[in-house]
């Protein structure tokens, strides 16, 4: 049995989103240890010395600091997991990410999401793709009457204005709003109290005991996703899974999961329009037929994770990837296993430096927009002669 160091985000510690991987390794017989890291708010970072005797290293949505830029020269075993809702690319284009990349190379990784898989394996990365489901609920209260939860956790996110223009004219038992937003966020807008009034609005803002809050999702039929993104969406998947109507942005991963009409209703955040609710319970039941198949999905690829977790990344990438190896010897090109080392310009060079590469970043748009202004000034050039 292997012996397997967790890294992760320590804000999963407290929502523990991130349990149930440590769990199915547990169950299968491997010691799996947590290191929490508090970088994200200014607190202590995980050196990659801690963590380096281990059998495996898994790194979820975090990273070891190292003064080697690449993972793979220090550990034969590293494994890293990235959420898709961290690059942000629900707010719109983002810069090339070959950066966040490159210490991963020759490293695998575990994408919880379609569109990460995509990405991760365009950078030319091992990925192995599984979709997350949780065990199916008990159901909701049995009720024709649609009610309402939406917890506000940020301005910048979904608001209330959005939400307000999605229920449109729907009459409903009680819209229950829980006001509890995520630090850092913006000034909430509230409802006024004419749309209390009109949408029976009910308000919370803390429960003492989790099962206050367990019991008003339970008395509910219709659930409202609170951000734009999600790394996986745990509390909208387990909505699904009480067999609730998810209302979603059109964005990952909740797209990913619900067809728009069929198990649940999508919209997009930047010109929301009001839906209709009329089916929502037909589309509550077949979020919870569409949890219970991917449930088992789930736990049909347990062996086929544990075994990528488990397969040191040297093999993994045999038949899928070639890598320069760590130490070139003259050895290799005289044996016919490798080609002679190419020549490298010397503006490959410069670009390959340690210091070009960690703010690749920075300079590469502008350096994209300058290559097109020329590109643009020969074109017109040419066109004159």
């Known amino acids: 049995m292997a012996r397997i160091a967790y890294v992760d985000h320590s804000y999963h510690a407290k929502t523990n989103s991130t349990k149930f991987l440590p769990e199915m390794l547990r169950r299968r017989g491997h010691t799996v240890d947590f290191f929490w890291d508090e970088s994200w708010r200014g607190g202590k970072e995980i050196p990659f010395s801690q963590v380096v005797d281990y059998d495996v290293v898994i790194m979820f949505q975090s990273k070891c600091t190292s003064p080697e830029p690449y993972f793979r020269k220090l550990h034969p075993n590293v494994i890293h997991i990235p959420m898709l809702d961290q690059f942000g690319i629900c707010f719109g284009p983002k810069h090339h990410l070959g950066w966040y990349w490159e210490s991963f190379q020759g490293c695998k990784v575990i994408s919880f999401s379609s569109a990460g898989h995509a990405i991760v394996t365009g950078f030319g990365l091992r990925s192995f793709f599984v979709r997350y489901y949780q065990p199916p609920g008990s159901g909701v209260s049995p009720t024709n009457s649609p009610r309402v939860f939406f917890w506000i956790r940020h301005e910048e996110h979904i608001s209330w204005p959005i939400v ?22 913006p000034e909430l807008t509230l409802p006024s109290e004419e749309e209390r009034k009109r949408y029976n609005i009910i308000t919370s803002t803390w429960f003492a005991d ?16 609170p951000r734009k993104a999600e790394g996986i969406g745990q509390s ?25 009409g069929v198990n649940g209703l999508l919209y997009d955040p930047e010109y929301p329009q009001p839906l209709d609710f009329a089916r929502f319970t037909l589309l509550g039941e077949a979020a919870r037929q569409s949890v219970t198949a991917g449930y088992e999905r789930w736990l049909a690829a347990e062996d086929c994770l544990e075994e990528f977790i488990l397969t040191p990344s040297p093999e993994a990438y045999r038949n899928f990837y070639h890598h320069v190896p760590l130490q070139w010897t003259e050895g290799m090109v005289e044996s016919g296993v490798l080609p002679p080392r190419p020549r490298l310009s010397l503006q490959q ?16 748009p502008i350096w994209r927009c300058v290559k097109a202004l020329k590109q643009k000034w020969i074109s017109k050039s040419k066109f004159r002669l």
């Open 164 to 185: 307000r223009t999605l229920l449109g004219d729907t009459r409903f038992d009680f819209v229950h709003l829980h006001i509890a937003p995520d630090p850092g966020s």
């Open 236 to 260: 909208f998947l387990e909505a699904m899974s009480r067999g609730q109507c998810v209302v979603a942005p059109d964005h990952g991963t909740m797209n990913e999961y619900i067809i728009h």
């Open 349 to 364: 060079r410069f670009r390959n430096t340690f210091f070009m590469r960690k703010t690749e970043r920075l300079w590469l």
């Open 210 to 225: 989790k099962q206050d809050f367990l019991n008003v999702l339970d008395s509910v039929n219709i659930f409202f996703a």
